[in-house]
């Protein structure tokens, strides 16, 4: 029989699965919609939705770089087990392609673009699925890319004159952006430094000194020595290069200029770290057990 589309979308907004299990379930039973429903149920294929309310802190990072455009993004899952599948790691593949295809305005766009592909994941999977966030980098000049095992990304936006095609150069690309994931800088130079954030070090290191017993009017002093410690441990230019601490990553870059004939300019950078923010669920065994024997 004819299903119209109308009756398909009502019975996907009531059940949650993918559009095609929807219509087969209709055609199976004959237009009637409860049992429609309960058809799908059965198959549990009917608590997509209810496995979208529950917490998803593991996933994936996944990384695009064609040319001088990069994208990264986060898709997350409830257990590392699934991260790990093919179907998962896919999907996040496919995510990425999609923003470097068609380059979504916001999150809510690309959602809604995939939102057919991420219900049928879920209800594949078991577990629900998110598209958590993304960045597109559109460089100036060229981009180092890094990705530690899809769970961490890391993309640079760099200019250089010279010898661009130097194997010096691309090691240096690459070198920058394992750095970041290594070290997580917060800005990228001094300068650069959020008001804010600054603001909020100075009254922590205030504190920290009235607690100690220094006098007020040298407070200021020690202060300014901690900010310009704290500008070479949170700019990725200040910082010390992991493989070599004995210099700054700026001076490695002036270093690696030289020998390619040119300047080489850090623009700015981008990192995803899977899971950042996500408040994990953690279980109290003692807490549980306590529970029980009360009842």
Do not use: W
């Not at 299990?21 to 919609?33: P, S």
């Not at 009917?46 to 593991?58: F, I, L, P, S, Y």
């Not at 766009?109 to 594949?124: A, M, Q």
Request: hydrophobic share 40%.
């Amino acid at each position: 029989m004819e299903i119209s589309a109308g009756v398909i979308k009502d019975l996907r907004e009531k059940t949650g699965a993918g559009m095609m299990d929807c219509k087969k379930a209709l055609n199976e039973c004959a237009g009637d919609m409860e049992k429609a429903v309960d058809y799908l149920r059965a198959k549990g294929l009917a608590d997509a939705k209810k496995k979208q309310a529950r917490v998803a802190a593991e996933g994936a990072i996944a990384t695009i770089v064609e040319g001088n455009v990069g994208v990264m993004v986060e898709v997350n899952c409830e257990t590392d087990f699934v991260s790990k599948g093919d179907d998962f790691q896919n999907f996040a593949k496919r995510v990425a392609k999609h923003v470097y295809v068609n380059r979504p305005e916001n999150l809510d766009i690309l959602r809604k673009g995939l939102s057919e592909v991420v219900n049928e994941l879920t209800l594949k999977c078991g577990e629900k699925v998110e598209i958590r966030r993304f960045h597109i980098v559109d460089a100036k000049g060229g981009i180092g890319s890094y990705n530690h095992n899809g769970k961490i990304g890391v993309m640079v936006d760099v200019s250089a004159t010279g010898n661009t095609h130097d194997g010096k150069y691309q090691e240096l690309l690459k070198d920058i952006s394992m750095h970041i994931a290594a070290a997580a800088p917060k800005f990228l130079k001094e300068s650069e430094i959020d008001e804010a954030f600054k603001k909020r070090e100075i009254d922590v290191y205030s504190a920290q000194l009235r607690e100690e017993g220094k006098a007020e009017n040298m407070i200021p002093k020690i202060v300014e020595g901690k900010l310009k410690k704290m500008a070479s441990e949170v700019c990725l230019l200040e910082q010390k290069f992991v493989k070599d601490p004995d210099i700054a990553i700026k001076k490695h870059i002036e270093s690696v200029a030289k020998e390619i004939g040119g300047t080489i300019s850090v623009n700015s950078f981008r990192m995803l770290t899977l899971g950042e923010g996500i408040e994990k669920k953690t279980d109290n065994l003692a807490d549980e057990v306590a529970k029980m024997t009360m009842k």
